[in-house]
Protein backbone atom coordinates (compact mmCIF):
# COMPACT_ATOMS: atom_id res chain seq x y z
CA UNK A 1 0.00 0.00 0.00
CA UNK A 2 1.55 3.20 -1.14
CA UNK A 3 0.18 6.26 0.56
CA UNK A 4 0.99 10.35 0.10
CA UNK A 5 0.94 12.98 2.68
CA UNK A 6 0.48 16.53 2.24
CA UNK A 7 1.35 19.20 4.81
CA UNK A 8 1.56 23.28 4.67
CA UNK A 9 -1.36 24.60 3.51
CA UNK A 10 -3.66 27.44 4.91
CA UNK A 11 -4.46 30.87 4.61
CA UNK A 12 -2.11 33.61 3.62
CA UNK A 13 -1.92 37.25 2.64
CA UNK A 14 -1.29 38.35 -0.96
CA UNK A 15 2.10 38.89 -1.53
CA UNK A 16 2.84 35.78 1.25
CA UNK A 17 4.72 32.86 1.06
CA UNK A 18 3.72 29.12 1.62
CA UNK A 19 5.46 25.68 1.98
CA UNK A 20 3.56 22.87 0.69
CA UNK A 21 5.39 19.11 1.69
CA UNK A 22 4.61 15.72 0.42
CA UNK A 23 5.63 12.28 1.59
CA UNK A 24 5.30 8.84 0.06
CA UNK A 25 4.83 6.12 1.96
CA UNK A 26 4.81 2.30 1.86
CA UNK A 27 6.15 -1.01 0.20
CA UNK A 28 7.70 1.15 -2.47
CA UNK A 29 10.03 0.11 -4.92
CA UNK A 30 10.88 3.36 -6.84
CA UNK A 31 9.76 6.59 -7.39
CA UNK A 32 9.36 8.38 -10.85
CA UNK A 33 8.19 11.61 -11.13
CA UNK A 34 6.36 13.53 -8.18
CA UNK A 35 4.04 16.96 -9.11
CA UNK A 36 1.67 19.25 -7.54
CA UNK A 37 -1.61 19.66 -9.06
CA UNK A 38 -4.41 22.51 -7.77
CA UNK A 39 -7.88 22.64 -8.57
CA UNK A 40 -10.45 24.96 -7.91
CA UNK A 41 -14.41 24.49 -7.87
CA UNK A 42 -15.85 24.03 -11.46
CA UNK A 43 -12.49 23.60 -13.25
CA UNK A 44 -10.29 20.61 -14.10
CA UNK A 45 -7.21 19.72 -11.93
CA UNK A 46 -4.19 21.47 -13.53
CA UNK A 47 -0.56 20.94 -13.32
CA UNK A 48 1.39 23.84 -11.11
CA UNK A 49 4.88 21.34 -11.08
CA UNK A 50 6.44 18.29 -11.82
CA UNK A 51 10.07 17.07 -10.98
CA UNK A 52 11.41 14.02 -12.10
CA UNK A 53 13.56 11.58 -10.09
CA UNK A 54 16.61 13.08 -12.06
CA UNK A 55 15.83 16.23 -10.85
CA UNK A 56 14.67 18.36 -14.09
CA UNK A 57 11.59 20.38 -13.33
CA UNK A 58 8.79 21.50 -15.13
CA UNK A 59 6.31 24.76 -13.95
CA UNK A 60 2.84 25.90 -15.11
CA UNK A 61 3.54 29.71 -17.36
CA UNK A 62 1.10 31.05 -14.22
CA UNK A 63 3.56 30.19 -11.55
CA UNK A 64 7.21 30.48 -13.26
CA UNK A 65 9.52 32.30 -11.06
CA UNK A 66 7.37 32.31 -7.66
CA UNK A 67 7.06 28.58 -7.11
CA UNK A 68 10.10 26.32 -6.81
CA UNK A 69 9.20 22.43 -6.71
CA UNK A 70 12.53 19.77 -5.10
CA UNK A 71 12.20 16.33 -3.84
CA UNK A 72 14.64 14.37 -1.59
CA UNK A 73 14.98 10.64 -3.33
CA UNK A 74 16.55 9.50 -0.24
CA UNK A 75 12.91 10.11 1.81
CA UNK A 76 10.89 9.87 -0.65
CA UNK A 77 9.50 13.74 -0.51
CA UNK A 78 8.57 16.68 -2.78
CA UNK A 79 8.06 20.28 -1.03
CA UNK A 80 6.66 23.24 -3.08
CA UNK A 81 7.88 26.66 -1.98
CA UNK A 82 5.59 28.99 -3.20
CA UNK A 83 6.28 33.09 -3.05
CA UNK A 84 4.64 36.04 -3.93
CA UNK A 85 1.50 34.79 -3.80
CA UNK A 86 -1.88 35.66 -5.34
CA UNK A 87 -5.29 35.18 -4.61
CA UNK A 88 -5.52 33.39 -7.82
CA UNK A 89 -3.61 30.84 -5.98
CA UNK A 90 -6.33 29.97 -4.08
CA UNK A 91 -7.00 26.27 -4.66
CA UNK A 92 -7.03 22.67 -3.35
CA UNK A 93 -3.13 21.52 -3.92
CA UNK A 94 -2.74 17.84 -4.53
CA UNK A 95 0.12 15.95 -4.36
CA UNK A 96 0.93 13.13 -6.86
CA UNK A 97 3.56 10.22 -7.93
CA UNK A 98 4.12 8.33 -10.14
CA UNK A 99 5.03 4.97 -7.61
CA UNK A 100 6.35 1.41 -8.41
CA UNK A 101 5.56 -0.43 -5.21
CA UNK A 102 6.88 -3.44 -4.28
CA UNK A 103 4.03 -5.40 -4.69
CA UNK A 104 3.26 -5.16 -8.27
CA UNK A 105 6.19 -3.31 -9.78
CA UNK A 106 4.07 -2.02 -12.18
CA UNK A 107 3.75 1.98 -12.78
CA UNK A 108 1.16 3.32 -11.35
CA UNK A 109 -0.44 7.29 -10.32
CA UNK A 110 -0.84 8.07 -6.03
CA UNK A 111 -2.64 10.69 -5.14
CA UNK A 112 -2.50 12.65 -2.00
CA UNK A 113 -5.93 13.58 -0.38
CA UNK A 114 -5.07 17.66 -0.81
CA UNK A 115 -4.24 20.44 1.19
CA UNK A 116 -5.94 23.73 0.85
CA UNK A 117 -4.21 27.05 -0.09
CA UNK A 118 -6.08 30.18 0.59
CA UNK A 119 -4.71 33.70 -0.37
CA UNK A 120 -6.29 36.32 0.85
CA UNK A 121 -6.39 39.81 2.79
Known amino acids: QVQLVESGGGLVQPGGSLKLSCAASGSIFSINAMGWYRQTPGKQRELVAVITSGGSTNYADSVKGRFTISRDNAKNTVNLQMNSLKPEDTAVYYC???????????????WGQGTQVTVSS
Open 96 to 110: KAIVRPEATLRWSDY
